[in-house]
């Protein structure tokens, strides 16, 4: 079966500091998309960054990036430069077949000033 | 385009009524997609539309859950006879892509507590 598993339920963050949220993943395909999201407290979900399996080169969106390593079947998102914004819960995400997505349990991320 | 709208935001019942919520997905969008989330767990699937075509429902979907999408547009999640269980977040989520590749854009969600 295909799962998403996050193994942090919370983590905190000095403002400024680096932060990596871990995602670890089980599939038997190939070819496929990751996804982290976030969901501010309160506020719709939102998509952070997505990655292509087939693609080596990691992904990367402003302070946003990710360490994918296919082999491991990992998925890591490193917080740069942290701000008080970052703080929500971040969840990673796979599609399973075309559309419907498997979502980990999810990170509160805590932003400290 | 506003994004995808959900309402009501919040809906609190009394066990056994039903209840109907209802999505706006981006116009454009011909995927649709109802999840529903629980407090500390990350959203699980229900159903899924393709234009006016309900092309899969969860097992967690139960013959009280029943989700239309008229003419390929809005779409309405009804449950009956609403059970304390029920109370959860229920997240609506279209797409364009066919791939899976491009992520979803999602609603606010409608908080739904059972008493």
């Known amino acids: 079966a295909q799962t998403v598993t996050q193994s942090q339920p919370e983590m905190s963050v000095q403002e400024a500091e680096t932060v990596t949220l871990s995602c670890t993943y089980d599939?038997?395909?190939?070819?496929?998309?990751l996804f982290w999201y976030k969901q501010p407290p309160s506020r719709q979900m939102i998509l952070v960054i997505r990655q292509e399996a087939y693609k080596q080169q990691n992904a990367t969106e402003n302070r946003f990036s990710v360490n994918f390593q296919k082999a491991a079947k990992s998925f890591s998102l490193k917080i740069s430069d942290s701000q008080l914004g970052d703080a929500a819960m971040y969840f990673c995400a796979y599609p399973s077949g075309t559309y419907k997505y498997i979502f980990g349990t999810g990170t509160r991320l805590k932003v400290l000033a | 385009d506003t994004g995808v709208s959900q309402n009501p935001r919040h809906k609190i019942t009394k066990r056994g009524q039903n209840v109907t919520f209802r999505c706006d997905p981006i116009?454009?969008?011909?995927?649709l997609y109802w999840y529903r989330q629980t407090l500390g767990q990350g959203p699980e699937f229900l159903t899924y539309f393709q234009n006016e075509a309900q092309l899969e429902k969860s097992r967690l979907l139960s013959d009280r859950f029943s989700a239309e999408r008229p003419k390929g547009s809005f779409s309405t999640l009804e449950i009956q006879r609403t059970e304390q269980g029920d109370s959860a977040m229920y997240l609506c989520?279209?797409?364009?892509?066919?791939?899976?590749?491009?992520?979803?854009?999602f609603g606010s969600g409608t908080r739904l507590t059972v008493v």
């Open positions: 989520a279209s797409s364009l892509d066919s791939r899976g590749s491009g992520g979803y854009t």
């Open positions: 116009s454009e969008h011909n995927r």
């Open positions: 599939t038997s395909e190939s070819d496929y998309y």
